[in-house]
T-cell receptor
Framework: GDQVEQSPSALSLHEGTGSALRCNFTTTMRAVQWFRKNSRGSLINLFYLASGTKENGRLKSAFDSKERYSTLHIRDAQLEDSGTYFCAAEDHNRIFFGDGTQLVVKP | DAGVTQTPRHEVAEKGQTIILKCEPVSGHNDLFWYRQTKIQGLELLSYFRSKSLMEDGGAFKDRFKAEMLNSSFSTLKIQPTEPKDSAVYLC???????????FGEGSKLTVL
């Protein structure tokens, strides 16, 4: 969307490596969520942040409202991490989605 | 290019009323999704259509929620009867299929009094 720029749009990783996804915002956002879409269409919530960083297993996310960005780091990528990842940022009234990153993890 | 269009943007309903939310997907997209966004649950899948056929109906939402896709360019989500706990933002998204990117509408914010 116009308010959220997500990059990269596509990413290929070898098993065991890592990388970062990023969302830049055109305005100050109150909070950000990161999701992964499963094969049945559900969006699985990975992180919800109003500030700072959160870590869960091989995933780590950071949100800087002042600098207007959020990141999702994946380390030690596994084949099952393949899928489409989205960020969604909210101001006080609306939710804005990034266009997604299609991640492919290769053996 | 037109993205996903949702109407209305805001809806206020009394408990027990019937409300209908509308969605026009991106032209040419085969997959259409309805989600509900709440602070507590995050994003929950309500319905998923592929080429107008219902693929997922979101289990727990069956009894009062009904999504329909009358043609490839229009879908509705009916909530009947509404309850205060239905207050949320309802999002529609479309995709070209497979693991393609999701394109989201701006959402319909529902408040049930």
């Amino acid at each position: 969307g116009d308010q959220v720029e997500q990059s990269p749009s596509a990413l290929s990783l070898h098993e065991g490596t890592g990388s970062a996804l990023r969302c830049n915002f055109t305005t100050t956002m109150r909070a950000v969520q990161w999701f992964r879409k499963n094969s049945r269409g559900s969006l699985i919530n990975l992180f919800y942040l109003a500030s700072g960083t959160k870590e869960n297993g091989r995933l780590k996310s950071a949100f800087d409202s002042k600098e207007r960005y959020s990141t999702l780091h994946i380390r030690d990528a596994q084949l099952e991490d393949s899928g489409t990842y989205f960020c969604a940022a909210e101001d006080h009234n609306r939710i804005f989605f990034g266009d997604g990153t299609q991640l492919v993890v290769k053996p | 290019d037109a993205g996903v269009t949702q109407t209305p943007r805001h809806e206020v309903a009394e408990k027990g009323q019937t409300i209908i939310l509308k969605c026009e997907p991106v032209s040419g997209h085969n997959d259409l999704f309805w989600y509900r966004q709440t602070k507590i649950q995050g994003l929950e899948l309500l319905s998923y259509f592929r080429s107008k056929s219902l693929m997922e109906d979101g289990g727990a939402f069956k009894d009062r929620f009904k999504a329909e896709m009358l043609n490839s360019s229009f879908s509705t989500l009916k909530i009947q009867p509404t309850e205060p706990k239905d207050s949320a933002v309802y999002l529609c998204a479309s995709s070209s299929g497979g693991d393609g990117q999701l394109y989201f509408g701006e959402g319909s914010k529902l408040t049930v009094l």
